[in-house]
């Protein structure tokens, strides 16, 4: 299973990032996929998640109102929209496939920054 995770970068407080994941060696559209993120010194947590049916989707408190999850499971793809965006959204973004409470497996994360 390959879960490769782009759309990183930099931005000022206030701005937008998408991030998305291409998925690869599972039925993707039998998974519920999700987002997690760890900042520096911090346990990872998680971010939001969209269940294989794509009629459910949950968040995190923190990432409310701001962030959308969505998927495309003709292209095996998981995005997340993340706006008006804060210093303390910076962390690694890790893309993740769920099975029951828990991740099953990782993609390699990429890096949001955002400055005040």
């Known amino acids: 299973v390959q879960l490769q995770a782009s759309g990183g970068g930099s931005v000022q407080a206030g701005g937008s990032l998408r991030l998305s994941c291409a998925a690869s060696?599972?039925?993707?559209?039998?998974?519920?996929m999700g987002w997690y993120r760890q900042a520096p010194g911090k346990e990872r947590e998680f971010v939001a998640s969209?269940?294989?049916?794509?009629?459910?989707?949950s968040y995190a408190d923190a990432v409310k109102g701001r962030f959308t999850i969505s998927r495309d499971n003709a292209k095996n793809t998981v995005s997340l929209q993340m706006n008006s965006l804060k210093p303390e959204d910076t962390a690694v973004y890790y893309c993740?496939?769920?099975?029951?409470?828990?991740?099953?497996?990782w993609g390699q994360g990429t890096l949001v920054t955002v400055s005040s």
């Open positions: 969209i269940r294989a049916s794509n009629s459910n989707t």
């Open positions: 060696g599972l039925t993707f559209n039998s998974w519920r």
């Open positions: 993740a496939g769920i099975y029951g409470p828990s991740p099953r497996y």
